[in-house]
């Protein structure tokens, strides 16, 4: 969620135009200006209005066929009376954080998108999922894996459906690195080299430096994105895991990591080395198998990937909105009512990894994950 770019930023504004000529269709009338007849988009609710649902996920929206942005939760009225002036959402459906359980009496309302701070993603989707909505939770999904399995859990025995917020899953760059991972196209893998990071130059006392709030500070944050990228170009799941802590800023990083470094074994051979930071801008995923290889240089942003094999370039769109298909697939998938391909399982078994990470750092040994 850090990772803004001066195009995503360019990006915002174009579609924020966009969305507000586009505000005055309604969902069927937008359906019939693409040509085609289509079911009545789901409406989403975004709960928490902070950078990346105000410059990213709410813009979005310009761009998605099945769904649209029916209402928001927010604690400051301020923010609630702009969106509802420039979303033209109606007072029905904007809600605070102690009117959240309404959501259960609004039927314009099918998809609850939390994104707040990490140490509240548990109890909001627990609490969408006991008003009956479905939920989508950014990422990192909680604070523990007994966290994400409390999620999972409730959405379950609440018949509603979990997904994360893997962007990334929904980009071409990033879909062609699994293909060529999983498919074996280069043959078997041997190493990955996965970095993420950036330098914050951000406030001191941001909930993201806190440990209660955010679990943990730049594998948290960044290496997510690196342990996915391993994850997803072997397609097997990492058994043991090595790793170290350094920390060159600890008058700014009193409670969280800064920069971690870590070895993952997967069962199939493969050894991932992983890095990740609030102290270096790092951003790639490169992957070495015995025929070749595949990487992305620019592996992790919100646009602007670029990638390449030893057979020569990818030559995919490196600015297709993300979100809006992230958005769209899991519309499809209530309607459908089949698991998200990033369902809340997948969460769980990154956390798991980070969990181990942690036991590694703690203890100086290599840890079964």
Known sequence: MNQSTNLSRRRFLRNLSLGLGAGVLTPQLGALAMGKAQEKKLGIALVGLGNYATNELAPAFSFTRNCYLAGIVTGTPAKAKAWSQRYG????????????????????????????????????????????????????????????????????????LLSIGYRLHFEPFTQEMMRLGQQRIFGKIRQIDCANGFVWGGDPNVWRLKKALAGGGGLMDMGVYTIQGARYCTGEEPTHVSAREEKTRPDLFKEVDETIYYSLEFPGGALAQGRSSYNANWNHLKVQAEKGWFQLTEAYRYGGMEGATSQGPMTFDPNVHQQARQLDDFAACVRQNKASSVAGEEGLKDLKVVEAIYRSIASGRREAI
């Open 89 to 160: 959402i109606p007072e029905a459906n904007i809600y605070n954080y102690e009117t959240f359980d309404r959501l259960a009496d609004n039927p314009a309302i099918d998809i609850v998108y939390v994104v707040l701070p990490v140490f509240l993603h548990k109890p909001f989707s627990i609490r969408a999922a006991k008003a009956g909505k479905h939920v989508i939770c950014e990422k990192p999904m909680a604070l523990s894996v007994l966290e994400c399995q409390d999620m999972i859990d409730a959405c379950q025995g609440n018949r509603r």
